[in-house]
Each structure stands twice: as C-alpha cells, then as structure tokens.
C-alpha cells in the first residue's frame, strides 16, 4: 500500500523554523522526484520545493528560496524540508507529493499544517 505520511508541522512565532518529515513507503522512492507543496485558505496549491530522482537537483519557489530546504534519503525512505525564518504567509497545509519519473503517476501525502504567528 501505498502511503506519504508527513508530520512535524505545527505552530510557530514569526522568525522561527520547522522541520517537515515524509514518510514514504509502498513503493521505490529513489526513482520519484519528491516534492512539498503547500496550500493556504482561499488560495491555490503551490509548488514549494522540488529534489529530482536522478542526481538530487533541487528547485524553489521564489517566496522560500533562501530559507526552505529539502532533502531526501532514498534508504531510509524520508524527503524531508527545512524551514526557516518563517513568515505569517507561510502559514499553510504542506503536502508531500510524488511523481515517478518519466510518467504521470503521483502520490500525495494528507497534509501537515504550518501556523505562523506574528
């Protein structure tokens, strides 16, 4: 079966950071391109961060670059992101999302929320 199962969101001042966990299993995680998303009330899910399959590339959305980062380890079946000096517009729920490489097959995790406080 199948499962994307984040955890280590929760509530946080302004300034502080968090790190989010993805806890892959049911299928081969090092040949999937691993990505967070996010998404806030009343607004669209974005694209956060993404680390590639094949030789680890990372890539950011502009309004975390410098303060977010994810990693992964294919072993022990974990994509994790780093959050730091977080902001009241990073307040969200966070995806984790999957997507085998050179198809169109995706897996999403159910979401941890991000509550930043000013």
């Known amino acids: 079966q199948v499962q994307l199962v984040e955890s280590g969101g929760g509530m946080v001042q302004f300034g502080g950071s968090l790190t989010l966990s993805c806890a892959a299993s049911g299928f081969t995680l090092s040949i999937y391109d691993m990505s967070w998303y996010r998404q806030a009330p009343g607004k669209e899910r974005e694209l956060v961060a993404t680390?590639?399959?094949?030789?680890?590339?990372?890539n950011y959305a502009d309004s975390v670059k410098g303060r977010f980062t994810i990693s992964r380890d294919n072993v022990k079946k974990m994509v994790s992101l780093r959050t730091n000096n977080l902001k009241p517009e990073d307040t969200a729920v966070y995806y984790c999302h999957a997507r085998r490489i050179m198809t169109t097959q995706v897996y999403w995790g159910q979401g941890t929320q991000v509550t930043v406080s000013s």
């Open positions: 680390i590639t399959a094949i030789g680890g590339n990372t």
